[in-house]
């Protein structure tokens, strides 16, 4: 079964191929997700492992004078992504909910009760505008996105609107500390 980051740079390979290694970096890179950001010292060592077990294959971009290669998904790489797609059911993929702010707020109890509640609003402000981001993301790129595409940045959204709605909780409870 794939890591999540193999399955997320074989699907950017499927759903962009034939595209280049610097393409998959740059989507990843430009992801409004730092979960998702992969360094070149991990993006291009990933696709070369993912070319090494053959589910991508690189050829030179005959139209590219710099021996640029393009990468697309073999007929085992198809059924790699198609078994690591299945898998999102699996209870130790559903069970991932790693948000650092909330662990972060989960050990509040370090700081003052005026440090908890400054640190909160900026918490709070930070997801806010976030958010925004990530809406205007999905109405700057309306014509470009697949259905599917839609629904996957929909979930973004909605999952920062909750992360929101979980702050302001944080933030009315821990008001007025004096």
């Known amino acids: 079964m794939l890591k999540e980051l193999e399955g997320l740079a074989l699907g950017i390979v499927f ?16 992801s409004p997700s730092s979960h998702w950001r992969g360094s070149a010292g991990s993006i291009y060592p990933l696709l070369e492992r993912l070319e090494a077990l ?4 690189a050829r030179e971009d005959p139209h590219d004078g710099r021996a640029r290669r393009l990468l697309s998904v073999t007929k085992e790489g198809r059924k790699a992504l198609k078994a690591w797609v299945k898998g999102g ?18 050990f509040m109890d370090a700081l ?3 440090e908890r509640a400054r640190v909160a609003a900026n918490m709070l402000t930070a997801l806010e505008s976030f958010l925004m981001l990530s809406r205007d993301q ?21 999952t920062n609107e909750a992360r929101v ?6 933030v009315a409870a821990l008001q007025d500390p004096d």
């Open 112 to 114: 003052t009760p005026k």
């Open 15 to 30: 759903k962009s191929g034939p595209c280049t290694a610097y393409t998959v970096r740059q989507l990843l890179k430009n």
């Open 89 to 106: 059911a699996e209870p130790d993929i559903i069970a991932q909910v790693f948000d650092p702010v909330r662990t972060r707020v989960f």
């Open 165 to 170: 709605a979980f702050m302001k909780e944080v």
């Open 54 to 57: 053959a589910l991508i294959e």
């Open 138 to 158: 999905i109405d700057g790129r309306r014509n470009e996105l697949s259905p599917l595409g839609r629904l996957g940045a929909l979930g973004a959204v909605m």
